[in-house]
C-alpha cells in the first residue's frame, strides 16, 4: 500500500514527489508510473536542443511557491536539474509502464492502480501526464505517406537545408522557426491571426528580427485548407485567394498538446466543458485524486514553474486531508543550474 503514486515523470510529477518526500513522506511509500522509457519525455523529445527555456513561458510569473524551482536554463540543463532532482529524492520510478485503469475502493480512502505490469494500491494518486502525448492536429485529413514530411516536433527528424513550414504562432512556433533557422532551413511561418500576442517578448523579437532579416517569410493571417502528397513532399493549399499554393520538404505543426479526455474520464474524472473540473489545490471530483502540471492549467496551457507551485499545492491540501506528513510543504530553496 502506497501513501501516493504519482503517474507520468515530467517536472510535475518530479516536483510532486520532491514535496511529498520535503512534507516527510517515506521514499518507499511513493511511487511514479511513466509511460516512457525516461522521465522528463515531453522536453526531451519537444524542445529544440539549443532551445533557451524561460523561467515566464507563456508570460506566467516566474515565481516559485515549493521546493523546485527554475530560473531561464539551458535545455540541458533543466534535463539535468530534474534527473538530479529524481535521483536525490530516492523515490522508485517505474519507466514503460502505462495506466489504464483506477478503481476507487467506495468504503475506503485507497486506489487501485492498474497497469499493464502490475497492480498497486494507493491512499492518494496525482496525475501528471501533461497534455503533449497527443499533439494537437489540424481538422484537415493529412496523407499517410506523408508521416516523415509532416511532423510535431524537430527532435524526430533532422531538418536542415531543407524548404519548411512551421504552422503556428505561440512559443514553440516561434522557437521552431529559429532552430530550424539555425540547422540551414529555408524556413516560412503560417499563422492564422496577424499579431502575435501570445507569444513571450523574447520569442515575438527574435521571430520579427528574422523576419526583418529574411530568414523567416512570415504568413499572416494565412489558413491551410488541404496538405497533399506530391511526389513524397507535403503540397500545401491555403484558404486564401492570395496564398499561392506551395510544396515544402517539411510541415512543422507546433499547436500545442490536448487533454487526454477519454483517459481522464475512463478513471471517473468530470468534465465542464472541454475542461476536468477541479476544486480546491486541483483535486478532482474523486476525493484523493489530483491533476497537475500542464492538465491543471486550463487552455492557456502551463510552463515548468506552473508544474512545480500545483505540485506544491496540491501537497498542502494532502497534507491537510490525507496523509500524516510531518513537516509542511516547504518553501523554495533549489532552481536548475
Ligand atoms: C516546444 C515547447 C517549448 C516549451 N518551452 C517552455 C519553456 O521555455 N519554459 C517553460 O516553463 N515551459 C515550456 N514549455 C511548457 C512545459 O514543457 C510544460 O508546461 C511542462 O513540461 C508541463 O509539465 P508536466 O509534468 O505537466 O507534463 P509533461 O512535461 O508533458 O510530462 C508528462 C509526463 O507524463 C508521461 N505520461 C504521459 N501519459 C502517461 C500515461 N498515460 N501514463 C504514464 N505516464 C504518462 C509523459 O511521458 C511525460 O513524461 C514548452 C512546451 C513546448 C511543447
Known sequence: MYDMIIIGAGPAGIS????????GIDAAKILILERAAEHSFSIK???PDNK????NYKGFEAVCTGVMCLVDSSKHET???LDRTIEANGVAARYNETVYRIDKDASAQRFTIMTDRGRYDTVVVVIAIGILGKPKKPEYRIPASLKDRVVFDVTTADIAGADVLVVGG???AS??????????NRVTLSYRRGEFSRMNDINRQSLLALEERAQVAVMRGSNIAAVSDAGGRPAVAFGEAQAEPRTFDYVVYALGGTTPRNFLKTIGIEFNGEEPEMGEAYETNVPGMFLIGDLSAGTKGGSIIWAFNSANTA???ICRQYLPCST???PAQDAAR
Open 328 to 330: 509542511a510543504p516547504a
Open 175 to 184: 522557437e521552431y522557426c529559429q532552430y530550424l533557422v539555425q540547422k540551414g
Open 170 to 172: 505561440g512559443d514553440s
Open 52 to 55: 533557451l527555456v524561460t523561467a
Open 79 to 81: 534535463i539535468s536539474y
Open 315 to 317: 501537497m498542502r491540501r
Open 16 to 23: 510532486m514527489a520532491t514535496e511529498a518526500r520535503s512534507a
Open 45 to 47: 523529445k519537444y524542445y
